[in-house]
């Protein structure tokens, strides 16, 4: 029994490091830019601050060039159930591969709307809570948290085996798990390097460090003796 459970093990841990169970970490040695939005982003308004009757979403390109959409004909963004966020997804058949919009614009039927805003990164919420020259302006946070707890999912299903791993090593995964699980418990904002590098969160801190006490699991040879 002893030695199935070791061969399971071994190739569990092995696959781990070659697979990364639960996604890819994102590295926080490469911190993230405004980008330009593509197919499958899905763009998140926290309307707890703003309390607009209606949201809507205006893309368009820094740089310049064609828009998308033009202003009064911008999309009007979809309430999650009952909660305070709305979201926006950019889906095939805008083709919007071919405007380079990499600039967001919330606003409502009203004449309200935040300051121009760069688009980071796909999952996260932005939640307008103070003013700029008459414009609502605030922070993104991580709403989308579906990568950490999926990744916390797989983490845990080593603790079946603890009787078989180093201690150190086990107990790092436990250290990492418990860590994560209380960044998933809160409020993930997105946070600007001081020294010019992009945007990083908590978030990917978590990813990162727990992907990575999954991948430096040891089995301990002499427990199964």
Not at 79 to 92: H, L, R
Not at 158 to 186: F, K, P
């Amino acid at each position: 029994m002893k030695k199935a459970k070791y061969l399971f093990l071994a190739l569990a841990v092995a696959l781990a490091g070659v697979f990364q169970l639960g996604g890819e970490a994102n590295a926080l040695g490469t911190y993230k830019n405004i980008r330009q939005l593509k197919t499958g982003d899905i763009i998140y308004f926290d309307n707890s601050g703003t309390n607009w009757d209606k949201v809507r979403v205006y893309l368009f390109s820094q740089s310049g060039g064609s828009e998308r959409f033009d202003w009064n004909s911008r999309p009007t963004m979809t309430q999650i159930g009952e909660t305070d966020v709305y979201k926006y997804e950019i889906t095939n058949d805008l083709d919007i591969e071919n405007y380079k919009d990499d600039y967001i614009i919330f606003s409502d039927n009203a004449g309200r709307q935040t300051i121009d805003l760069g688009f980071i990164e796909t999952g996260y919420a932005y939640l307008a809570d103070s003013e700029e020259d008459g414009k609502a302006k605030g922070y993104w946070y991580v709403y989308d948290k579906s990568e950490l707890v999926d990744l916390i999912r797989s983490a845990k299903e080593y603790e079946a085996y603890s009787d078989y791993l180093s201690s150190v090593s086990y107990d790092e995964l436990v250290a990492q798990i418990r860590n994560a699980e209380g960044v998933v418990n809160s409020e993930i904002r997105v946070k600007t390097d001081p020294n010019g590098g992009g945007f990083y969160t908590d978030f990917d801190i978590a990813l990162e460090d727990l992907q990575k006490s999954i991948d430096d699991l040891e089995i301990d040879t002499g427990k199964l003796e």
